[in-house]
């Protein structure tokens, strides 16, 4: 097998291998005139050479042209003119063609001249356009850039008024912070005025009208409490008494207002819209609270002038209380009680709740504490229609009034 390491032996290494000088090569005609059109000064000697040659050319083809134009004319002139007939001396008469070339001559010159003339006023016409347009542009350039020095100066009012604007609600924001803490600080004030005439009201009235021992107190002779349950369970509250006088006259009466720890907290009897009137002729009741939390309230209810010893008066409360009943919703049940201390009969007691549709559920209620006497539960309905129970009982004895009345109202779902 052939094998080549890489180093020649020099036996039989034709010539042609071997190394050659190199050959220049000689440059030819073509390339030699393009290098001397490269030089710019060979150019310049090249275009002056040309325009004498030309100029030697037209002049020649000129003299020629006036000459080929002259003998032409010429001999137009004689074939055109014909020579009289019979050899008279005279003008020759002119051939009827020469006429026609002569005119359709004059009518190319005649349309060429019009032509020019309409090309002319159409150019002018341009020209004024053109000078207009031009005016145009000036007066939009001038526009554009007033329009531009007016956007420039109505970005720098913009944001001269953005600056103004962050600092005006800077301000306001600081204005309404302090305004804020002031107003907290009066109300923190204001409850604690309130909680002490509050505390101060309850010391009074104890002082001044005691549980007199030994003495018939009031009696509560009807009695009605009425719950309209709107579908958030906000709930409007009316309570009516009649109350009778025992053996002393009575000044005041201490009412309640109760809410489980599933309602909505209220701060205050205005938050409840809290109202009392008296149903009696020349008679009216006030009150002063007592104690005031977010769930228990009491007032004490002045009668003016005092209920005689032996009389009654009728007294009617009511309230609104936003989500009082949110127990039923949340538990689906809520206990009512009433601690009624009657020191005779109650010859009525009445409970009745309406819910407004739209909770999806009902009301339903049950005797879950002492058993009234004649007492029944039925179903009712209020003046707007609203669905619900009404519970009753009557000739309630005292001596059952030990403890307090509770009945129980569940919501089911429907």
Same mark, same amino acid.
């Not at 000064?41 to 002049?59: C, D, H, K, P, R």
């Not at 001596?399 to 509770?406: D, K, P, Q, R």
């Not at 109202?409 to 429907?414: M, Q």
């Given at each position: 097998m052939?094998?080549?390491? #890489?180093?020649?032996?020099?036996? #039989?290494?034709?010539?042609k291998?071997?190394?050659l ?5 000689? +440059? ?12 710019p +000064? ?6 002056? /050479?040309?325009?004498?040659? #030309? ?5 020649s083809?000129?003299v020629?042209? &006036? ?25 020759g008469?002119?051939?009827?063609w ?11 010159v005649?349309?060429a001249?019009v032509?020019? @003339?309409?090309?002319?006023?159409? /150019? ?15 007066? @939009?350039?001038?526009?554009?850039q007033? &329009?531009?020095?007016e956007?420039?100066?109505a970005?720098?009012a ?9 600092? @005006?609600?800077n301000a306001?924001?600081? %204005?309404?912070?302090q305004s804020? $803490?002031?107003?907290t600080?009066?109300?923190?004030q ?8 509050v505390?101060?009201v ?16 009031k009696?509560?002779r ?13 709930a ?9 006088a025992?053996?002393a006259?009575?000044?005041?009466w201490?009412?309640?207002v109760n /809410? ?8 205050? *009897? /205005?938050?409840?819209?809290f109202?009392?009137m ?17 769930f ?18 009728e007294?009617? @409360? ?8 949110? #127990?039923? $919703?949340?538990n689906?049940? %809520?206990? *009512? ?14 409970? $009745? ?5 739209g909770?999806g559920?009902?009301l ?5 504490g002492?058993?009234l006497?004649?007492? &029944? ?5 209020n003046d ?12 309630? $004895?005292p ?8 009945a129980r ?6």
């Open positions: 052939p094998h080549d390491n #890489g180093q020649g032996s020099g036996l #039989g290494q034709p010539e291998d071997k190394a000088p190199p050959v220049i090569e000689a +440059e030819g005609v073509q390339a030699r005139f393009l290098r001397f059109l490269a030089n +000064e060979n150019l310049s000697l090249i275009g002056a /050479a040309v325009l004498f040659i #030309g100029v030697l050319w037209i002049a083809e000129s020629e042209i &006036a000459h080929t134009i002259k003998e032409t004319v010429q001999a137009l002139l004689v074939a055109a003119c014909e020579a009289p007939a019979n050899g008279a001396a005279g003008a008469e002119v051939k009827p020469f006429v026609a070339v002569v005119i359709f001559f004059l009518g190319v005649f349309v001249a032509y020019a @003339l309409a090309m002319y006023f159409r /150019a002018r016409k341009l020209r004024s356009n053109l000078r207009e347009c031009s005016e145009r542009r000036s007066e @939009l350039a001038g526009n554009l007033a &329009a531009t020095s956007r420039d100066h970005k720098g913009l944001a001269q008024a953005a600056t103004e604007k962050e600092s @005006l609600e306001l924001q600081k %204005e309404r912070e804020q $803490q002031t107003r600080a009066l109300a923190q204001l409850e604690g005025i309130v909680g002490e005439t505390r101060a309850s010391k009074i009235s104890r002082q001044m009208f005691p549980a007199i021992v030994g003495v018939k107190g009696t509560f009807h009695v009605r409490y009425t719950y309209n349950v709107s579908r958030d369970f906000s409007e509250v009316h309570r009516r008494c009649t109350i009778r025992g053996d006259p009575l000044h005041l201490v009412s309640s /809410a489980s720890s599933d309602a909505k907290p209220a701060a205050t *009897f /205005a938050d409840i819209q109202r009392l008296s149903r009696d002729i020349n008679s009216d009741v006030v009150y002063l609270p007592a104690e005031n939390d977010h228990n309230k009491f007032a004490c209810v002045f009668f003016l002038p005092p209920v005689p010893p032996g009389q009654e008066r007294v009617e @409360l009511n309230y609104c209380w936003t989500g009082l009943f949110l #127990g039923l $919703q949340r689906g049940w %809520e206990d *009512f009680s009433y601690p009624l201390k009657s020191a005779g009969m109650i010859e009525e007691f009445e409970l $009745q709740a309406f819910l407004e549709d909770t559920g009902y339903k209620a049950s005797e879950i002492l058993k006497p004649g007492s &029944a539960i039925t179903a009712a309905a707007r229609g609203w669905p619900g129970f009404r519970y009753r009982a009557a000739n309630i $004895q001596e059952l009034l030990s403890e307090e009345i509770v109202v569940e919501w089911k779902r429907t």
